[in-house]
């Protein structure tokens, strides 16, 4: 999505094809190789593919290696030099091909700027003295930091040259899910990270639980359209780091995140909670957005200093809607206080170390993302609000706002779902067609905007007005193969029960 051409080298038997597909930017970016020793049967096919695509005048090249354990030493050295013997089918220079190198495990490490090296003497140098870190394959540290540290002009990238990353491993990812698709939840959704600060938590720890925050976030697409991050950390009193609408982007959220500075002291959880209860972090009022699923994460490493007012002022935000996940870390941890914080006993999550915390990864993406994942199917879905007198205005603002949410269920647009939605008392008044939003901003809006009629309650009149009007017609944006939904609401006893 930034540009860059993204090539993958599978190596070995231990593959897992559409994690590479995905990966690559199209198909025949993706190379295969059944052992180390074959590499250099690629060579030249691979350097023609990589320079006829993008490096005709500028590029900035990024070799992107697997250096986990299943590698092994004498497969990483063989690695190693077919780098080498790769890098000299391009011209170097400020002018030309520039070469940056990163190395992943069980985290990523930018080991070689751009523009380092500008001959190839240093640079074959450089690559053979690149580290072996045998460790895990987490593949998706190591395109996050590409995407938001590697191609940028602190290391060296520039801006008018062609950006090209080529990713080279022996085996599945270690979360697959977050590297395939940084992308997965893609829905309305708040989420507020309520980080531990406290003394308990060593320096190098906070900074792992901080880590594990920032790379979540790197699941969701961010924006007005998508998912809004905040974040507040806690000792014996809580600090707000970010609001939700602070950033939209994953650079801006990385860096105020590993900025937080580590407060020391007890661990208050009741006292946190409190503050955002009573600022209205989640509140439109502040910079929550009325029709987002709201969403608390709690990661902490000990009990709070009380845990009956720490499990009431979670209930508080679960009361108000908030969705609340809790992981706890290490062994002394109070299983009972984390799971009642917890709306549901599946959101608590337990790690046994910070050291190990990125280990949950993927299955607390799995559970969110799950959880969040909209409904595909094509259907055409009427709302038919009770817009009678019954209904007093609060009450029926509820209805829009229930009906907002109940968008948020499903993908929407021409091949997934379409809303349409009318008003109705004695009169009916039609709010919006089904071809005419396709997104979840102005489809909120268009509910929102729907009248207050007042009346009495002729629930068959509205009915008979969809069919009267062909609201489910292709004048109107219906569509012949697509499921047919009407969600009706109703207050009182219709005026006419037999119509």
């Not at 060296?156 to 992308?183: C, E, H, W, Y």
């Not at 309650?457 to 009407?486: C, E, Q, V």
Request: glycine content about 6%.
């Amino acid at each position: 999505d930034t540009g860059v051409l993204v090539i993958t080298v599978a190596i070995g038997k231990d593959i897992l094809n559409n994690e590479l597909d995905a990966i690559a930017t199209l198909p025949e970016d993706v190379f295969h190789v059944d052992h180390f020793d074959s590499l250099e049967s690629i060579e030249k096919e691979f350097a023609k593919q990589a320079c006829n695509r993008e490096c005709e005048a500028q590029a900035d090249i990024l070799l992107i290696l697997d250096s986990s354990a299943s590698v092994g030493t004498p497969n990483y050295a063989k690695m190693l030099h077919f780098l080498v013997n790769l890098t000299r089918y391009f011209d170097l220079g400020p002018k030309a091909v520039q070469f940056s190198i990163i190395i992943f495990g069980d985290d990523a490490h930018l080991e070689i700027d751009f523009g380092r090296y500008s001959n190839h003497l240093s640079l074959e140098q450089g690559i053979l003295g690149v580290r072996y870190l045998s460790q895990n394959t987490f593949t998706n540290k190591a395109l996050m930091l590409a995407r938001l540290q590697a191609f940028t002009a602190v290391h060296g990238a520039r801006g008018n040259a062609s950006k090209i990353a080529i990713v080279f491993t022996d085996g599945q990812s270690s979360i697959s899910l977050m590297t395939l698709s940084p992308k997965a939840c893609s829905k309305h959704v708040d989420v507020i990270f309520l980080l531990d600060s406290s003394g308990s938590v060593s320096i190098d720890d906070y900074r792992e639980e901080l880590i594990f925050a920032a790379n979540f976030t790197n699941n969701f697409q961010l924006g007005k359209n998508g998912a809004l991050f905040g974040a507040v950390i806690f000792s014996d009193d809580a600090t707000k780091l970010f609001d939700l609408n602070d950033f939209s982007d994953h650079v801006s959220i990385l860096r105020s995140l590993l900025a937080a500075p580590h407060l020391k002291g007890g661990t208050n959880t009741a006292r946190a909670l409190e503050k955002i209860s009573r600022e209205g972090l989640f509140d439109a009022a502040d910079s929550g957005r009325l029709n987002a699923t709201k969403m608390l994460f709690i990661l902490t490493d000990g009990q709070s200093s009380n845990i009956t007012h720490t499990i009431a002022a979670a209930q508080q935000l679960k009361n108000a809607g908030v969705h609340i996940l809790t992981i706890g870390v290490g062994d002394v941890v109070n299983v009972e206080e984390l799971s009642g914080m917890a709306t549901t006993p599946d959101d608590f999550f337990q790690a046994d170390s910070y050291e190990v915390l990125h280990k949950l990864q993927d299955e607390v993406t799995n559970h969110t993302c799950g959880s969040l994942r909209a409904c595909s199917e094509m259907a055409d879905i009427i709302f038919v609000f009770d817009s009678s007198s019954a209904v007093t205005v609060e009450d029926y603002q509820k209805q829009l706002l229930f009906a907002s949410n109940v968008t948020q269920d499903f993908d929407l647009g021409p091949i997934d779902a379409q809303f349409a939605a009318i008003a109705y008392s004695n009169d009916v008044f039609k709010v919006f067609d089904l071809d005419q939003f396709s997104d979840y901003l102005n489809l909120f809006n268009g509910l929102l905007a729907s009248p207050h009629l007042t009346g009495s309650t002729d629930t068959g009149l509205a009915l008979n007005w969809i069919t009267d009007a062909g609201m489910f017609g292709p004048a109107y944006g219906g569509r012949h193969n697509a499921s047919k939904i009407i969600i009706l609401f109703i207050n009182n006893p219709s005026s006419d029960a037999t119509e």
